[in-house]
């Protein structure tokens, strides 16, 4: 069992940033790849980024794709997703996800926090 808790989440204006962090526990870290997937009320979830277990390779959604930064501290057991350029269109209780597959997708997720809200005003 893996156990993930992010924070960071909270209230920030438009065009402002947040980091949001994730700590996992119980496994090795550096064994199973990491991503964030966010939901809007009313709204399906939707993929945001992973990146692989190594921190070499990641791949976010072209809706946020040059704002967010997803990252890995491994030494950490710690995953990272920088927001910048905040929209309110980014609201949503952002979700962290392990996968034992080399990228996390729709479909391959194993484990998942408990979530943490994002609140972009304008």
């Known amino acids: 069992q893996v156990q993930l808790v992010e924070s960071g989440g909270g209230l920030v204006q438009a065009g402002g940033s947040l980091r949001l962090s994730c700590a996992a526990s119980?496994?090795?870290?550096?064994?199973?790849?990491m991503g964030w997937f966010r939901q809007a009320p009313g709204k399906e979830r939707e993929f945001v980024a992973t990146?692989?277990?190594?921190?070499?390779?990641?791949h976010c959604a072209d809706s946020v794709k040059g704002r967010f930064t997803i990252s890995r501290d491994n030494a950490k057991n710690t995953v990272y997703l920088q927001m910048n350029s905040l929209k309110p269109e980014d609201t949503a209780v952002y979700y962290c996800?392990?996968?034992?597959?080399?990228?996390?997708?729709?479909?391959?997720?194993?484990?998942w926090g408990q979530g943490t809200q994002v609140t972009v005003s304008s």
């Open positions: 119980g496994r090795t870290f550096s064994s199973y790849a």
């Open positions: 990146i692989t277990w190594s921190g070499g390779s990641t």
């Open positions: 996800a392990a996968s034992y597959d080399p990228t996390v997708v729709n479909g391959n997720v194993k484990y």
